[in-house]
């Protein structure tokens, strides 16, 4: 599980946070927590930080926010490997995300990449 867990989460932050220096990206990291192994699906993610000047900065994401879905992809049970590909996104896009905030209410967030 531990693994597992590790590999998501290596995954998740390249596809949000170095991608968005190469083709345009998000610009935060994120704690990925999955369940299963062949066919692992993501149970939690937890924004762990928000890099200045982002997109996702900009649009107002904010470390300890969770993520409930990603472009329509709810989590608990959004596919991990559908989750990298929702997250890369090109220059112009708009990725959709849900956050819980830490008050506990619900927010769209559209984040407009760069």
Do not use: W
Not at 15 to 27: H, L, R
Not at 66 to 85: H, M, Q
Request: hydrophobic share 45%; net charge positive.
């Amino acid at each position: 599980m531990h693994a597992v867990r590790f590999l998501v989460l290596v995954i998740f932050i390249f596809s949000t946070s170095t991608y968005a220096e190469e083709k345009g990206g998000i610009g935060f990291s994120a704690e990925v927590a999955v369940e299963g192994f062949f066919s692992p699906k993501l149970s939690k993610v937890v924004v762990k930080e928000v890099f200045e000047n982002s997109p996702a900065a900009i649009a107002g994401i904010i470390a300890g926010q969770e993520i409930l879905s990603i472009d329509g992809c709810e989590i608990p049970g959004c596919p991990a490997g559908k989750a990298k590909k929702l997250m890369k996104r090109k220059s112009g896009d708009i990725l959709p995300i849900l956050v819980k905030k830490i008050d506990g209410n619900q927010s769209l967030i559209n984040i407009y990449v760069k």
